[in-house]
């Protein structure tokens, strides 16, 4: 049974504490597979037809802990607005709730606002800083033009990785922290944001986070012992393997040989490079998502893994020196993996032998850095890591009954309401007598006071439901009745998506993995009687 049509049962956990874990990359492999980890599919793709799987590290193979990593990252970002761009120093003494910022949420940065939104944009929950904004006053400002908002850059940011929730949530604070303390911050919104941005960007080319993350990567990513078997799983299925990250060289070196190099008793080891057998080719420096644009110019260098110094290539091919002497010495490194710096796919096609796009399986967690690009302009196959995914598909389980009651409740407001509207309508036809037309309107009153019962109970019983998922944006996928505006970006890009992506070594590496059927309203009508 194909993965997105498994019935939601639970089973027995992968991660419990049998020596071998039940996956394919096992002898025990084959096993059922606990709702939380399984891969769901938008777009059927046969594992057969991929000669190449390719993978993103941070946030996709490198798991960076929130409450570690993005209060580390938000504290770097407060020290640069107020050490370097001159903000207030109340600022530092201001806190990090790293569970407040969800996915999918868009800035507004003319009016220091912040939205999620359903497929189709209109707006569901909006908030002025950390102040919830009526349904009135999100009608005014966003449902009353006669040109529909498009939520786009520059006017918006949106928020689509995890790397921006601290950000997202700074900017909340500065704009409370503005609007209760007239003139202490002379920016206005817009130039607030850009001003976040500005901070995080420092914080990035100072090094800062890198440099504590490569202290103690314990301390801010986690292990997953998954990630070794996968890859094998992988190679020995016949497959390459490669790695295309923006990080450099360094801590790409560091973060692998966490990841993949053998634990000490302190939970680090000495760096090496034993973990390149796991790839053919690693790219580093990528600069995505420029990296998939075939006529992007960008110079292919290779990478000295001993002293990280850059070697000139010819699309790929080393170049000799002008003067041998001053050749790098590669040492003892078994070159079976190439390491690069830069380029663009077109080299990456070449390195592999690419003979078509739709041989490429790619996994990332990025929506437009990695999965949009890849798919929609090479036609590479993708699969979006949404680390959210399995807490909500797990409480999907856990309060199915009340969404089966939702339902419910939303069926029977339907049908008083419509009773209602056909009796006012027959109290216009002629021979409805007076004492007829009392009789309906008394019959009416008391259908109009049921109704606002049921309403006002649905609307508990959905708000209730929606504070389970999240306190403030609710579920991540869902908007109410509608797909939320996320949800509706995984349902275009990612052909697969699935919370880790060790997952991928809880299937056959020969899967043909299959969607369920769509169904239109008609049918699901159909279907439900």
């Not at 790293?98 to 939104?117: A, C, F, P, S």
């Not at 909006?126 to 786009?152: N, Q």
């Not at 053998?262 to 990296?291: E, H, M, Y």
């Amino acid at each position: 049974m194909d993965s997105k049509t498994m019935p939601y049962e639970k089973t027995s956990s992968i991660d419990g504490d049998d020596k071998h874990p039940h996956v394919w990359s096992s002898p025990e492999g084959g096993q059922r597979i606990d709702i939380g980890k399984q891969i769901f599919c938008n777009r059927s793709l046969n594992m057969r037809s991929i000669v190449a799987v390719g993978f993103d590290m941070d946030y996709t193979l490198a798991q960076y802990k929130p409450d570690t990593f993005e209060s580390l990252a938000y504290v770097g970002t407060v020290k640069k607005l107020v050490n370097d761009l001159g903000y207030p120093t109340e600022l530092l003494e201001w806190s990090f709730d790293w569970t407040y910022m969800v996915r999918g949420l868009v800035l507004d940065k003319k009016r220091g606002n912040i939205l999620k939104m359903d497929r189709h944009k209109y707006v569901k929950v909006a908030y002025h800083g950390f102040r919830e904004l009526s349904k009135e006053d999100k009608v005014a400002t966003y449902g009353s033009t006669l040109i529909r908002d498009a939520f786009d850059e520059p006017e918006y940011a949106l928020i689509d990785t995890l790397f921006s929730l601290a950000e997202a949530y700074l900017f909340a604070q500065l704009v409370d922290f503005k609007d209760k303390n007239p003139g202490k911050i002379p920016a206005d919104y817009s130039r607030m944001y850009k001003d976040v941005r500005a901070a995080v960007d420092l914080c990035h080319r100072d090094g800062t986070l890198k440099k504590m993350v490569a202290k103690d990567p314990k301390r801010y990513i986690n292990e997953d012992s998954s990630i070794v078997p996968m890859l094998k799983m992988l190679r020995d299925s016949g497959r390459a393997t490669f790695l295309v990250t923006n990080s450099l060289w360094d801590y790409t070196n560091i973060v692998m040989n966490f990841l993949c190099g053998p634990r000490a008793v302190d939970g680090c080891s000495d760096l090496n490079f034993d973990w390149l057998q796991f790839f053919d080719v690693v790219i580093t420096g990528s600069a995505k998502p420029g990296f998939f644009h075939d006529e992007n110019r960008a110079n292919l260098f290779e990478v000295d893994p001993e002293s990280g110094m850059l070697l000139n290539t010819d699309n790929g091919t080393p170049m000799p020196q002008v003067d041998t002497a001053l050749r790098l010495p590669l040492k003892t490194l078994d070159k079976g993996c190439q390491i690069f710096q830069g380029g663009n796919v077109g080299h990456l096609h070449k390195l592999l032998s690419i003979e078509s796009s739709s041989q490429v399986l790619y996994v990332g967690d990025h929506i437009y850095g990695d999965i949009l690009r890849s798919k929609k302009i090479l036609g590479w196959r993708t699969m979006l890591v949404v680390p959210e995914l399995e807490k909500e598909v797990e409480l999907l389980w856990t309060f199915r009954e009340t969404r089966k009651h939702l339902q419910l409740l939303r069926n029977k407001r339907d049908h008083i309401e419509d009773t209602i509207h056909h009796l006012q309508w027959s109290m216009r036809f002629d021979g409805v007598n007076i004492e007829n037309k009392e009789e309906l309107l008394a019959e009416i009153a008391q259908l109009q006071s049921q109704q606002e019962r049921v309403r006002l109970s649905h609307q508990e019983a959905q708000r209730e439901c929606h504070r389970k998922f999240h306190k403030v944006w609710g579920q991540l996928m869902k908007t109410g009745y509608q797909n939320s505006r996320f949800a509706h970006q995984v349902e275009r890009f990612a052909c697969l998506y699935t919370s880790q992506v060790t997952n991928l070594s809880l299937y056959s590496p020969d899967k043909y993995y299959r969607p369920s059927e769509d169904f239109m309203p008609h049918e699901l009508d159909i279907l439900a009687s």
